[in-house]
């Protein structure tokens, strides 16, 4: 069925970042992680904050083990990944894309596989002084 163009919503149709965030609190409304809207069902976490307040406390994607920033950096949900970064065992986790649709947002309440980061044993960030890690030829 077409909507009359005299009941369509003027203006310009959003563009896809739009349409992807309408997407992704809609999710998080019916209780699922934005992230399930690529992948098989991924749930809240039970004890994440409400989805329409960001300053709650609890759960939080900014604050799991599997949040990691990637080479351009985007924080994407590393869970699922395997092997060693820059070996041929390497692999991708699921929720890893080169798109914008799995970016994570810090303020997400946290899914049920979240892990909270220990301050004491997380390491400290790289300088920017700190060599690459790769391989010496």
Same mark, same amino acid.
């Given at each position: 069925m077409t909507?009359? =163009?005299s009941q369509a919503a003027p203006g310009p149709k959003p563009g896809d970042d739009a349409r992807r965030t309408l997407r992704q !609190?809609? !999710?998080m409304a019916y209780g699922s992680?934005?992230?399930a809207l690529l992948r098989s069902p991924l749930r809240l976490h039970p004890d994440a904050p409400p989805v329409d307040d960001r300053e709650a406390p609890g759960p939080r994607c900014g604050g799991c083990v599997f949040a990691e920033r990637n080479g351009p950096g985007f924080l994407k949900c590393t869970r699922g990944r395997?092997? =060693?970064?820059?070996?041929p065992s390497f692999r991708s986790g699921p929720? =890893?894309?080169?798109?914008a649709a799995t970016d994570l947002r810090r303020?997400?309440? !946290?899914?049920a596989f979240f892990t909270a980061i220990n301050v004491d044993e997380a390491?400290?960030?790289p300088c920017k002084d700190a060599p690459e890690k790769r391989g010496t030829a």
């Open positions: 909507i009359p =163009e !609190a809609q !999710a992680h934005p992230l395997s092997g =060693e970064i820059c070996t929720y =890893e894309t080169h798109g303020w997400w309440p !946290a899914c390491p400290c960030p």
